[in-house]
C-alpha cells in the first residue's frame, strides 16, 4: 500500500513537471514576443533575461522530471513555441491591457502550479524537487508583481514599460482621440441641421446660417486632413476651443500628447530643451504626476530620444504604479 501511494504521489510530480515545462515553454517564446514591444533599453534587456531564464528553467525541469523516472514530452517545445505563436496573433485584435492580463494570467498558472508541486515534492521527500518547486515560486512571484505594475502604469495612462503594437494601439482605441475632431465637426453640422428642420418660421434663414457653417467646417477638415500631423490636431484644438468643446478639445491635445506633437513651453518642465541629460533626468524624477510624465516621454522619445532619460521617466512611473498596486519598490 505504502509503495502504491509513493507511485501515486511520484505520477502527481510527473504531470505537474510535464505541464510546468509545456508553460514555461510558452512563457520563454512570450517572452521574447514582447522584446520587440520594450519601450526602453533597460525594459528590453530586461525581457531578454527573463526569456533567458525561462528557457534554463524549461532544462531545469526536464532534468528535474528524468530524475524521478518521467520521460519528458519531445513535442512540449514544438507545442510551448505553436502556444505562443497563436497567443501572439490573436492577441493582436485586442487592446495591449487584454494581451498583458493574458500573459498575467499565464504567470499565476505557473505560480500556483509551483505551489502545488511544492507540496507534492515536501510529501514524497524529494528535496531537490523541492528546492527546484522554490525557484520556480521565487522567478513566478517576480513576474507577477512585475506585470502587474506594468498593468499599472497602462491604468496611469503610461508611458507602459511595453509599447503596444499598431493593430493594439487602434483595437485600444487610440484612434478614437484622433478621430475625435472630426466627429465633433459632423455632429456639429448634423444636429444643427436636424434642429433647422424643426425649426418652422425661421428655416430659410437658419438654414443658411448651417449651411454658410457646414461648408466652413468641410473646410476646416479638408485642410486638416490634408496638413500635417501636428497642425491637424492643433487645428482640431482650436476649432474644439472655438465651440466651447472642453472635451474634444482635451481629446485633441492628448492626442498630440501622445504623439510627442507639443512644443517645448508646452511641457512641464521648464527649458526642458536646454536641459542636458543629467539635469533632463533630475527634473523628470521630480515629476509627480503621470500624465506629467507621459508628456515628457513623447516629447523625448519624439525629439531627442536620449535613452537615459526615457529609462529615468520609466522608473519615475513605475514607482508611482507600485504605490498605485501597493507594490513595494
Known amino acids: 500500500m505504502e509503495l502504491f501511494f509513493v507511485m501515486t504521489d511520484n505520477n502527481k510530480i510527473i504531470n505537474q513537471l510535464r505541464a510546468l515545462v509545456l508553460l514555461t515553454q510558452t512563457e520563454e517564446q512570450v517572452a521574447r514576443t514582447r522584446i520587440s514591444q520594450a519601450r526602453t533599453d533597460a525594459v528590453r534587456r530586461e525581457l531578454t533575461q527573463n526569456a533567458d531564464n525561462a528557457a534554463a528553467r524549461s532544462l531545469e525541469i526536464t532534468e528535474a522530471l528524468r530524475s524521478i523516472g518521467g520521460v519528458p514530452d519531445v513535442l512540449t517545445p514544438a ?49 531537490k524537487v523541492r528546492s527546484l518547486a522554490e525557484k520556480l515560486i521565487t522567478a513566478h512571484q517576480a513576474t507577477v508583481e512585475w506585470l502587474t505594475v506594468v498593468l499599472a502604469e497602462e491604468a496611469l495612462g503610461g508611458p507602459a514599460a511595453l509599447v503596444a503594437t499598431p493593430v493594439q494601439k487602434v483595437a485600444g482605441g487610440v484612434a478614437k482621440a484622433v478621430n475625435a475632431p472630426v466627429r465633433f465637426w459632423a455632429n456639429t453640422v448634423n ?9 418652422g418660421e425661421e428655416t430659410s434663414d437658419r438654414l443658411a446660417a448651417v449651411t454658410d457653417r457646414a461648408a466652413a467646417l468641410s473646410e476646416a477638415v479638408r485642410e486638416s486632413l490634408t496638413a500635417g500631423r501636428s497642425a491637424t490636431l492643433k487645428r482640431a484644438e482650436q476649432e474644439a476651443v472655438r465651440e466651447g468643446n472642453k472635451d474634444v478639445a ?49 516629447y523625448e522619445e519624439a525629439n531627442k530620444n536620449r535613452s537615459n532619460v526615457a529609462n529615468a521617466a520609466q522608473t519615475t512611473l513605475a514607482g508611482l504604479a507600485k504605490e498605485a498596486v501597493g507594490v513595494d519598490s
Open 250 to 298: 482635451k481629446a485633441a491635445k492628448s492626442a498630440r500628447e501622445e504623439l510627442g506633437d507639443v512644443s517645448a513651453d508646452e511641457l512641464p518642465i521648464k527649458n526642458y530643451d536646454s536641459l542636458g541629460v543629467n539635469d533632463a533626468v533630475k527634473a523628470i524624477k521630480g515629476l509627480t504626476t503621470a500624465h506629467d510624465i507621459r508628456v515628457v516621454m513623447h
Open 79 to 127: 507545442i510551448g513555441r505553436l502556444s505562443a505563436a497563436l497567443k501572439a496573433t490573436f492577441e493582436q485584435a485586442s487592446p495591449i491591457e487584454e494581451a498583458l492580463l493574458t500573459d498575467l494570467q499565464l504567470e499565476h498558472q505557473l505560480l500556483d502550479r509551483a505551489t502545488y508541486l511544492k507540496v507534492l515534492a515536501d510529501q514524497a521527500k524529494l528535496t
Open 191 to 199: 444636429n444643427a441641421v436636424d434642429t433647422v428642420k424643426h425649426a
